[in-house]
């Protein structure tokens, strides 16, 4: 019920998005907007590593990568207006992440998950982004087909601490606007 419950609430957040608004392009970035959404992603991000690190069950690490997954479209979002160079990217990776929420439910251990199709980009903080949903969706899918051996625990972790850095990779790119 819940996954079902996040999946309607991340396609709504998606179609919404699908043709932005004239008074959203005319708005100047909304730095309050920009920090609460690196922060909801900055804290989802640390309760996932907490749960990694004292090795909880593979249900509960794939319902907080999901989760996690779920919280890149509002980061994606808002990134967009403070990261002008990267807007074409940005739309294909939001393109992706609604693909890539609904996959999870399906993964099998023979999947992957690639940046495969996306444009291609030249700005560092294009790729951060890129990793900020890539990341949590290798999470989820390493969470349902490799947890149960020491060495998925520590590809988790490892992951989760990449991701970590790409966000504060980004943190210090976009805080001469906050």
């Not at 959203?24 to 730095?31: I, L």
């Not at 609460?36 to 509960?60: D, F, G, P, T």
């Not at 890539?134 to 601490?161: C, F, H, K, S, W």
């Amino acid at each position: 019920m819940k996954k079902t419950l996040l999946l309607t609430l991340f396609i709504v957040t998606l179609s919404g998005c699908d043709k932005p608004s004239v008074e959203r392009v005319n708005q100047p970035v909304s730095v309050s907007l920009l920090q609460q959404a690196m922060q909801q992603y900055k804290w989802h991000a640390q309760q996932l590593m907490i749960a990694v690190r004292i090795r909880s069950e593979q249900q509960l690490i794939a319902e907080l990568a999901v989760e996690l997954l779920a919280h890149s479209s509002p980061l994606l979002i808002s990134l967009n207006d403070a990261l002008p160079q990267c807007k074409q990217y940005f739309l294909a990776l939001q393109n992706k992440l609604g693909s890539l929420v609904s996959r999870q439910q399906y993964a099998t251990s023979n999947d992957s998950i690639t940046l495969q199709g996306l444009p291609d980009f030249t700005e560092p903080s294009c790729y951060y982004v890129a990793e900020l949903v890539i990341n949590p969706a290798q999470v989820a899918l390493l969470a349902r087909t490799a947890l149960p051996l020491e060495q998925g625990y520590q590809d988790v972790e490892l992951t989760m601490r990449e991701t970590l850095a790409y966000l504060k990779q980004l943190e210090n790119i976009v805080k001469p606007s906050y």
